[in-house]
């Protein structure tokens, strides 16, 4: 009978096509994250030096020997943590493509590609959690105290990322359905 309204279902209502917009979602807002960063470089390079230096934060003999006052240690910083969010949305938006490819069929080269989309987005969203959950909510946030900080706290933000990369982890590794589920009311 040709494509059905439960074909288009299939695909369009599959944890796949959830997977694959998480992953295209994501991936832009990652590249967005990054160009921003590179387009508004003294505003974010002065928040990645403020939660370094500790300025801002409580105060403590027993913890302010961790800050880091060196403007050229600060940059690597900044630097760092572009490239990641580069790296980070460029894996998810390959994801994204190689998702498209498996759900539409188109090309064949995609064919059988799924094992690769999942593998791409669990690096990816790996490597989301790794900045956020590591770098900024370990790290800045309890290392440096980024959460007491007056001028610069990203603890929400962080949160917020390691979140949906959270979500898509679980996503991409949920087992494939066995079938279609029985409906109890018919």
């Not at 096509?17 to 991936?27: D, E, H, K, P, S």
């Not at 706290?153 to 949160?159: I, M």
Request: aromatic share 12%.
């Amino acid at each position: 009978m040709g494509f059905s309204g439960t074909k288009f279902l299939d695909v369009v209502g599959s944890r796949r096509m959830a997977v694959a917009l998480l992953a295209t979602i994501t991936g832009f807002y990652y590249l967005f994250v990054a160009v921003t960063n590179c387009a508004d470089t003294e505003t974010n390079r002065h928040a990645v030096a403020a939660v370094l230096s500790m300025r801002s934060t409580i105060h403590n003999p027993g913890t302010d020997w961790r800050a880091i006052t060196n403007g050229g240690v600060a940059l690597v910083a900044y630097i760092l943590i572009v490239i990641w969010e580069y790296l980070t949305a460029f894996v998810l938006l390959a994801a994204a493509a190689v998702w498209g490819g498996v759900l539409t069929g188109f090309p064949r080269r995609f064919a059988g590609r799924s094992a690769v989309a999942v593998k791409l987005s669990s690096l990816g969203w790996t490597m989301a959690m790794l900045l956020f959950a590591g770098g900024f909510l370990t790290i800045a946030g309890e290392w440096f105290r980024m959460w007491a900080n007056d001028q610069v706290d990203a603890s929400g933000a962080a949160l917020q990322n390691f979140l949906i990369a959270a979500v898509g982890l679980i996503l991409v590794h949920l087992p494939e359905s066995v079938g279609p589920r029985s409906d109890p009311n018919p």
